[in-house]
Every structure is written in C-alpha cells, then in structure tokens.
C-alpha cells in the first residue's frame, strides 16, 4: 500500500523527503558565516561587510572570485556526500528518518547544503530567515525549484528565472513569499515537485538493489552518488550564473518586469 501512495503522490512524498532532508543535522547553511568563511581568501573585509549585507553582486565581487568560491564549495559537498553515502550503502549504516530511508534523506541533505552555498554566493538572500524547525512554504518552493534545476527539469530553470527577478528587481532581502506560495510561480513549484517525486521513486527502487548485494553496496551507493551529485551542482551553479541577479552592482529598477512576471501565465 506505501509502493501504492509514492506512485499515486509523488509530489507529497519528495516534499516529504525534503523536509526530513532540511531537519537533519548541519544542513542549514548560516548566510553570513558561509560568505564570510567564503569570501576571506579572495575580498576585503569592506567587501565581504557589503556581502553580508546586501549581496555579493552589490558588493561588486569579481566573477572569477565567485566562481572559484562556488567551485570550491561544489568540490567540498561533493566529497563529503559521496563518503557518506558510502556509509549509508552498508545495510545497517543509517538509521531510518522516520518513514524516509535515511540514505535518502542525507543525500537531499547535502543537496540542499549545496543549493543554499550556491544560491548564497550568487546573490540570493538568506533561505531560512525563520529559525523554525518546520519548513515555511516560500523556502520549501524555491528549494525544490533549485532541485528541479539540479535534476535538469526545464520547468524549474523557468521558475528560478522569474523568481530572480523578482528579487533583483524590487531589491529584496527575503524570498517573494505570495509569489511562491500563491502566484504565479506556485504552480510551477507543484508540478516540479511531481517530476522529482517520480524520478525520486526510481531512485529508492535503485538504492534498495544495491543493498542486496551487502559487499557491493557501499561502492555502488557511493559511486553513484559521485557520478550524479557533481554534474547536478554544476547545473544549479550555471543557471545561477547567468542569471541578472548575480551581475556585479545590478540593480534593477524597472517595476514593470516586476508586475510582467507577476502577471505572466504559467508555462
């Protein structure tokens, strides 16, 4: 019957997994300690103050700084994630997240560790302004849209686009609440959410093959994990490139793209 509720609602059952994914432990990336921690190598103190501030883009800190911060910080997650998915390919290495298999839900952890560090470097405000345990829905929408990006869903890249926009546009520090959670972007944000639920299905059928074979699992599981995990970080880092939000010292002023993206019909 459970086989039966991820087919019949896989946008509930990846939402559900991001949840868990976004309570474990380390996950949530602080804003201002990773550009700071981040930027040391490469800004001034007068710089990274700006940063933190307002943005890297208002800061106006060189592209090439940005790149070799995102690239460090792909290089980062990605080893980690792919070691401790190792672990977790042993039976018995994790623990269950509640009802998420917890190879699962860690590996979305470092998913989302690496989607906040990239939207972060890139000019995108704080994403858990709320210190709250549970996910607000404005964050779970952008963050699932950062996802789709990750897993190549076209859709998502258009969701990003319009959301970036809305930021860069009216000089916002937080996510477009309304937009994500009852305009036109909510839309997109649900159907990329049943895309990464199908294609999330696939990926727990997967995981638990390996698992039969004891000796091989901890390898499959791991390589796995590298051949994937490196390509979609480098997906969500080129999107979030070429975006107008990132260029140095941009800031839009025209309120009339603003209310087009409001207004613009769902794809």
């Known amino acids: 019957m459970a086989d039966n509720k991820q087919i019949e609602n896989p946008g509930s059952k ?4 991001l949840d868990a ?6 996950v949530r990336i602080n804003r201002e300690a990773y550009l ?5 190598r490469h800004c001034s103190e007068e710089q990274i103050d700006m940063a933190v501030a307002e943005s890297p883009a208002a800061a106006c800190i060189p592209f090439g700084a940005i790149r070799a911060v ?5 290089k980062y997650e990605t080893a980690k994630a792919t070691a401790l998915s190792a672990v977790a390919g042993i039976p018995g290495g994790f623990a ?5 298999p917890a190879d699962l839900a860690q590996y979305f952890g470092h998913v989302l560790r690496i989607a906040q560090k990239l939207a972060y470097i890139y000019s995108w405000p704080d994403l858990f302004a709320d210190d709250g345990e549970e996910l607000d829905d404005a964050t779970s929408g952008i963050l699932t849209l950062f996802v789709g990006v990750m897993f190549g869903v076209q859709l998502a890249q258009s969701g990003v686009a319009k959301v970036s926009t809305m930021i860069a546009g009216q000089v ?8 994500l959670t009852k305009g036109a972007i909510y839309p997109v944000v649900k159907k990329v959410a049943v895309l990464l639920g199908v294609r999330m299905t696939k990926q727990i059928f997967a995981g638990g093959v390996a698992k039969v074979i004891p000796v ?9 994990t590298l051949a994937t995990f490196l390509p979609m970080s480098k997906r969500l880092q080129k999107h ?7 260029k140095p010292g941009h800031r839009a002023e025209d309120e009339e793209i603003i209310e087009a993206v409001l207004v613009d019909n769902v794809p």
């Open 240 to 246: 979030l490139a070429s975006l107008e939000l990132t």
């Open 96 to 100: 269950i997240v509640g009802a998420i």
């Open 216 to 224: 091989l699992g901890a390898v499959f599981s791991g390589g796995l």
């Open 21 to 26: 994914a976004a309570r474990l432990p380390g």
């Open 36 to 40: 700071r921690s981040a930027l040391k």
């Open 14 to 17: 990846f939402t559900d997994v």
């Open 70 to 74: 995102a690239s460090d910080s792909i």
């Open 172 to 179: 916002l520090k937080k996510l477009p609440q309304q937009a």
